[in-house]
């Protein structure tokens, strides 16, 4: 039966199964189970072969046996503690089957005296007899066939046998439905058109090798590659059908201000900006990704958005991760916006009551242009006059979700600019998101210098310090790391006390500290002695990894690197080698580096292209554990795997692309999407 709400079945309770009843699917709750489709991604472990009858002197101690004997005799002892046990017999030999914790009654039953009976389980020895010590299986002759198989074994909740797993799993491939297939002939040749089915029912088979580079694992991966592309396709779709008033502005402001840099913007920022600049004064909504590795430039391009927004007689938002990075951003505006008209406000979490109150009121009144800060500028009491445009930059801590939160926030008119310099694997950069429009901002200004990265065990710390020394009479700044490992707060703050105080003795008067735990006055307070030069030297923890810019501290020293994922570093690393000189990373190590760690930081020293820094962290660390992953909010996949079936997520790009481009009707899609997706993100076709 192929029948195309026949998936419908597979999106119902586990409870609607035999022998599921309230306990059991409390502890498969516990596993993320609850419908019969999640069921088929609890994938077993292992597989036990019970498939061969042995005689009883054949077997072996500590392995798997599965008997055919009779019943000879109980011997229930009636004292709590002791265990029943029931002698049986074949015609080799005689053994114990010995039960814990179970009534008589029930023994009585399943192995009824002198019957023929078939029992499965581990073989122990034990006063100079062969035991099963509670069996796995012990049943009727007739029922041989259900137990003498290799059966797939699965890591099981407490409380659900091994058998009692089984008969769930077996009920649901058993009622298996046909779907109609979603994929287009020439994507199936791939996998030998193998179907849904076909593909489950080999996922769970014992018989077949579980092997991702098989048809039936691919196929399974490639529906989870697609129906994940299909759902952002459908959000980034949706949200440009939104007609709004196209910005009109004649870029007097902007090139106003491109006049005053005292840079020329590369070719790469001027092309983003027209892009931008396209968009805006489109009929849609703009829902825009600036995807730029470190240091590429792209504070610069949002502010340029932002003035043909203010031009054009709306408000902007720009929003920051830190407050640090909002204010450093708030900072720059003031100086690029000097001598204009324009009203630039600043707002964050730690803004009073009062203060917000008023702040809150001048938007209103659309008396305000431009305000920067951090989320709380999307607070609820925060209202706009007209918002126009949103930017967000370092946005990596943001999911699907709450991109899409936010492209409903402004209203209709408002249009998303969200910056990222998080290095994804090219692989992944659709899965991620695939939601917006894109554009990359890879080249970086041209008398840029490649960083020179060198590691350094701590026992050589002196030359560190002689380094640094130099760097300082010839005018450069440092900033010294001492990054969060501990996820105590506490601790991270010590060892940057602690390293201060040490800098602080040997460079008197010249080292500055940072730290998470500072009231906000007291970090700006530093944070501008650093920039204005009266401190040579910052000792930090990773409060300064996101988006900061110092373009005169040349040198940046990071501690325990090891404990870092190669894009943390290379996000840390692109703190420095922002001006015209050439920049020097250090990273320091507890001596008795791992093989692996060896691997990062060569890898770390050998590129500066965080694109190819990533891929590479992808490889070594694999998929789950890359920056920002975890937090991004797009599905985990249970069987694809971007680096194993990177060749699949090409396709599935290629394809994502063909249907958008033929405008087609997703109706065919609709199974998967209802299985795959269910209603995390959207549930809707249309
Ligand atoms: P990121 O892309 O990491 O956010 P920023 O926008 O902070 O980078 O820019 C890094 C530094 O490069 C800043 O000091 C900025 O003034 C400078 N910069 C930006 N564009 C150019 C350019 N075209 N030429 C020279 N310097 C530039
Ligand atoms: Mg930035």
Redesign the pocket.
Known sequence: MSHSKSYEFLLKDISTLKRVGQKTKKLLKKKKIETLFDMLWHLPQAFVDRSNLINVNKLEIGKIGTIKVQVLKYNIPRIRKLPNTVRCEDSTGKIDIVFFNSREGYIRKILPLNEWVIVSGKVNFYNKKYQITNPAYVVSLEKEDFVKRIISRYSLTEGITEKIYRNIIEQVLQKLPVLPEWHDENIMKNFNNKSWKESILDLHDPKVKQDFQSNYYKRLAYDEILSSLIVLSQIRTKIKKIKKKPKKFRNKLSKKIINNFS????KN?IDIINEINKDLSSQSKMFRLLH?D???????VAIIAAANVIESGYQVAFMAPTEILANQHYSLAKKIFIGSNIKIDFLTGKTSYLERKKKSNELKRKNTNIIFGTHALFQKKTEFGNLGLIIIDEQHKFGVKQRMQLSKKGGEDCDILVMS?TPIPRTLIMTFYGDMDVSKLTEK?SYRKEIISLSKPETKINEVLNFIKKEISNKNQIFWVCPLINESKKLDYEAAVKKFEYLNKIFIGKVGLIHGSLENEEKEIVLKNFLDKKIQILVSTTVIEV?I?F?NANVIVIENSNKFGLSQLHQLR?RIG?SNMRGTCILLYKKNLSEDAKKRINILKSTNDGFKIADEDMKLRGFGDILGYKQSGIKEFKLADPIHHDKLFKMAEMNIREIENRKQNLKKYEPLIKLYDKAEIINQID
């Open positions: 840079f020329k913007l590369t920022q730029g470190v240091g590429s430039g792209k504070t610069i310099a200004p988006g810019d373009p692109g922002r």
